[in-house]
């Protein structure tokens, strides 16, 4: 089954929480703080492995988590990280955050690994917290939280040139005829329902790739159709091969057939009539063949036609030269626009919008966001000290500043996450 698409859910491992403990030797006077810190959480890691041709294994396993880390240990020791969990997947995938569609990892490289979600830092034993101030602090950081999002895992077959053109207009049979690929061939519509690919080699020894697209029809861009679901593939490929049906045999019009395919590469969201594209007039061995490239060389008098007839194996060898000229000086289109971003996933505009507050009624305020429900654990509120820690990471996170900036007073009850507190200004 040829599965090119599909959601999953990613979770990276949380970092263990640092460790609260002292040293309890009869003979070391003063021994002080000794908890050890927490282990980092495991990343999750997208692998390409030449040998898959699919993403059913995807399919059928719709979470993907990494380990978390261990917790810290008495003496200083290091609470272990968590294992990476390598997810393996075919050449030409890309994945993509659902919510902003952004690409995470564009794997074109045989065993090329991304990062796609990045593991939790694991927390800071009570052995960081010494000070002379207070030489046996009784808290430790947790380990924070890995990333966790729903993101898209897509397919797109890593080809050079790609076989485009209405159904049953002989793609397939032109791909069976110059590679040892073999497609089903059939006198119906939508024969091929996957891509097929093959190696191509021309008469002077140049070769490369070569995949057959399923047949599209008007309206593929918008969803119509099978075509629509495989218009991704052709975004890897830096020439096109147009086919049209010179024989009519469909009773259809080739030039209209030629305007309507080119409509929707063009209605596409990704630049595909900025390729290259060879346009081969098949079936020339059919009754009206001559007539309709009569027609349309008088209607495109600069775009050159090449004539086939591919069951018959003739004229294709100067397509395919034709092709390993235009790939010899067409670069690779990128996937993405180059936007000079350096790949950071969120700037500080959108991290402020992660923590909302609001006024519920004269004094009483609310607080919330993503953020918090990360760092905020009610059960970890315990000591003097655990309510100290809180109160400066609710310093770090901007949201002291926030609750001035929005008119919040000494006094004022601040809700956060379902609890209650008292603003007190220092």
């Known amino acids: 089954m040829f599965v090119d698409q599909v959601k999953v ?25 000794f908890g050890g810190d927490g282990g980092n959480g495991g990343d999750v890691i997208f692998e390409a492995d030449p040998g898959m041709t699919t993403l059913l294994d995807l399919r059928y396993h719709r979470k993907i988590i990494a380990t978390p880390g261990e917790k810290g240990k008495n ?9 990476h969990k390598v997810v393996k ?43 002379s101030h207070n030489t046996a602090p009784k808290y430790a950081e947790q380990g924070v939280l890995g990333e966790e999002f729903d993101c898209v895992v ?24 110059v590679s040892k690929a073999r497609p089903e061939i059939g006198d119906y519509p939508f024969t091929t329902i996957t891509p097929n690919v093959g190696v191509v080699q021309t008469g002077d020894g140049r070769s490369f790739v070569l995949a057959d697209l399923p047949g599209l029809i008007e309206g593929a861009s918008d969803g119509k159709g099978l075509g629509h679901q495989f218009l991704r593939h ?34 596409y969201q990704i630049r595909l009539l900025e390729r290259p594209q060879i346009v081969v007039a098949n079936k020339m061995d059919m009754e009206n ?20 007839t591919t069951i018959i194996h003739e004229g294709l060898d100067a397509v395919l030269r034709k092709a390993a000229d235009l790939l010899a000086t067409t670069p690779a289109f990128p996937i993405t626009e180059d936007t000079g971003e350096t790949g950071v996933m969120y700037t500080f505009e959108e991290k402020k919008k992660d923590i909302l507050i609001e006024k519920e009624d004269d004094g009483v305020w609310s607080v919330s966001g993503p953020r ?26 901007g949201i002291d500043t926030a609750l001035r900036e929005a008119g919040c007073q000494d006094g004022d009850t601040v809700r956060l996450l379902g609890f209650e507190f008292e603003f007190i200004e220092n």
Not at 17 to 30: I, M, P, Q
Not at 78 to 83: F, L, P, Q
Not at 107 to 122: D, I, S, Y
Not at 245 to 265: F, Q
């Open 89 to 131: 997947v075919p050449l030409g995938t890309i994945v993509k955050r659902s919510d902003n569609n952004q690409v995470l990892a564009d794997l074109t490289k045989p065993h090329q690994r991304q990062v796609v979600a990045h593991g939790g830092r694991g927390g800071r034993g009570n052995w960081h917290f010494r000070s």
């Open 9 to 33: 859910h990613i979770k990276a491992g949380k970092g263990g929480d640092g460790l609260v403990s002292f040293r309890h030797e009869k003979y070391v006077a003063y021994g002080g703080p």
């Open 234 to 267: 052709i975004e890897r490929c830096r020439v096109i091969i147009h086919v049209i049906d010179m024989g009519a045999e469909d009773g259809r019009d080739p030039l209209k057939d030629y305007e309507v395919i080119n409509n929707e590469l063009k209605s």
């Open 372 to 397: 918090l429900e990360r760092v905020f654990d009610i059960n970890k509120l315990n000591t003097e000290e655990d309510f100290y820690l809180f109160a400066n990471k609710m310093r770090y996170l």
């Open 289 to 308: 063949a001559q007539e309709n490239v009569r027609r349309f060389k008088e209607k495109y008098p600069d775009i050159p036609v090449y004539e086939t």
């Open 75 to 83: 003496k200083k020791m290091h609470g272990a990280n968590g294992e």
């Open 154 to 177: 897509e397919l797109r077959v890593l080809a050079d040139v790609g076989l485009v053109g209405f159904p049953s207009v002989g793609k397939s049979t032109f791909l069976d005829a």
